[in-house]
């Protein structure tokens, strides 16, 4: 099977080094470890499909990988799997400013498609603090939000179209140049959370968007999270919304502490709110905050609203500081978010009194990431288990843009009907009928 494999996409491309398989088999959090037997790294989307056709024919089980950012263990294999990287798939078209589109291979990175509609004076909707390594494959395959889902949605919304290589070896294209195609089944949907188990996404017809000429920033403090989450979901209604981050005081301790970035505003609690449209927002800002925060800080300039978003980017820097951090990606109803935030935390203090819990997200959607650091790797099922019971038990779900990956899994009947997985299940023996693809991921 090797030297089948060789034969499609040359000898550089597959590799079997051990050390290289290893450091390859971890995710992204350092806490989940798997084994493979090959890396093969396709450069076409008839290379992908040959490649699974192989796979399949051979009896070998395949994980894909893009930027290997997944959270929940989506990437780490289980059954000595081949590994398959899109890492080779990277090409960015030029940029149609009519349609305001544009054809994006799997493997290229969040930040490439971010500076290629910049550099047609447009925006790409979705926005990670994994930019510089996150692939919009990737993206899609989870349907990522991050901090512009509450003006332009998660990936699946920025998406026109797909090519992806099915689990027979076959290619679907499924792109049309009309805005409107209700010509049979939404297949691209289809693709978009899946998660891979379906196909390997091999490029992506992507929408963006006009770039809005003013914005303005602010950071709210507060010391109630009722308050908070009050404000955000009057705001999250406001037209030119932009972003709308929580941000909770451990967590501005914690970038003060590790590299010099406070909050700018006291409170228990930090709101970033931002505002962005064709004409200057300040004034409306203000009217808007007014009552809300009794002195919020505002950032008119470009320069200024970098300094007000430092503490929710700093977080990505400083959340594996104590090790390997403990990740729980959540939805939740708003109303049931103070409690959650009240609950989730003793019940970590619990278990492992010096943890540290750290917990921020996008609170316009309800969608926290609980980040619990300093505890230890063997205290991490029991812990699990109790969190996605209480998760289940606030209504939310036990998954918003991370998807459920192998971590997950066990507890996807806490968020899903069983005739809603049994219907998933089908579609999956329909495409994949010997499961050979990503089957780690989403299914017991």
């Given amino acids: 099977m090797l030297a089948s494999l060789t034969d499609v996409v040359g000898a550089s491309h597959v590799v079997t080094d051990a050390d290289v398989l290893a450091a390859r088999s971890i995710d992204h959090t350092g806490r989940y470890r798997g084994r493979a037997s090959a890396l093969v790294r396709p450069g076409s989307a008839d290379e992908v499909a040959e490649v699974l056709r192989i796979c399949r024919d051979g009896g070998a089980y395949v994980t894909v990988q893009g930027g290997r ?3 929940v263990a989506g990437t780490v294999p289980e059954h000595d799997d081949v590994l ?20 994006a291979g799997a493997g290229a990175t969040l930040a490439a498609v971010q500076a290629a509609a910049a550099a047609a004076g447009l925006v790409f909707g979705v ?14 395959s989870t349907n990522a939000g991050g901090l512009r889902t509450v003006r332009y949605g998660n990936m699946g919304e920025q998406i026109v179209g797909l090519d992806v290589a099915l689990p027979d070896g076959s290619v679907l294209h499924r792109h049309s140049r009309v805005r409107r195609d209700n010509t049979g089944y939404d297949m691209s949907s289809l693709f978009v959370g899946a998660e891979g188990t379906l196909g390997v996404i091999t490029a992506l017809d992507l929408r963006v968007h006009p770039t809005p000429s003013h914005r303005t920033t602010a950071v709210c403090g507060f010391d109630d999270l009722e308050a908070l989450v009050e404000a955000g979901r009057i705001f999250a209604e406001v037209d030119g919304i932009a972003a709308l981050e929580l941000i909770d005081g451990r967590a501005a301790a914690l970038t003060r502490e590790h590299v010099g970035v406070g909050a700018p505003v006291p409170g228990n609690w930090l709101l970033l709110v931002e505002l962005a449209a064709d004409h200057d927002q300040t004034d409306r800002l203000a009217a808007l905050l007014d009552g809300v925060s009794p002195e919020p800080a505002v950032g008119l300039d470009v320069a200024a609203q970098q300094r007000l978003w430092r503490v929710r980017e700093s977080l990505a820097e400083v959340l594996g500081v104590y090790g390997p951090p403990l990740k729980f990606d959540v939805s939740l109803p708003l109303s049931a978010v103070s409690g959650f935030a009240r609950d989730a935390v003793a019940l970590v203090y619990r278990q492992v009194p010096e943890a540290l819990p750290v917990l921020f997200g996008h609170i316009g959607e309800g969608n926290l990431h609980l980040n619990v650091l300093r505890f230890p790797v063997e205290r991490e099922a029991a812990l699990y288990a109790e969190m996605m019971e209480l998760i289940a038990g606030c209504g939310g779900n036990v998954s918003s843009e991370h998807g459920v990956g192998t971590r997950k899994r066990p507890y996807l009947g806490m968020s899903r009907e069983a005739v809603d997985i049994a219907a998933m299940r089908t579609v999956k023996a329909a495409l994949d009928p010997t499961g050979y693809l990503n089957a780690a991921v989403l299914f017991d």
């Fill in 69 to 71: 950012t997944s959270l």
């Fill in 84 to 103: 398959l990287s899109t890492e080779r798939l990277t090409a960015i078209s030029d940029v149609d400013t009519v349609e305001h589109r544009l054809l």
């Fill in 127 to 140: 926005d990670l603090s994994a930019r510089d390594s996150a692939t919009v494959g990737g993206m899609a």
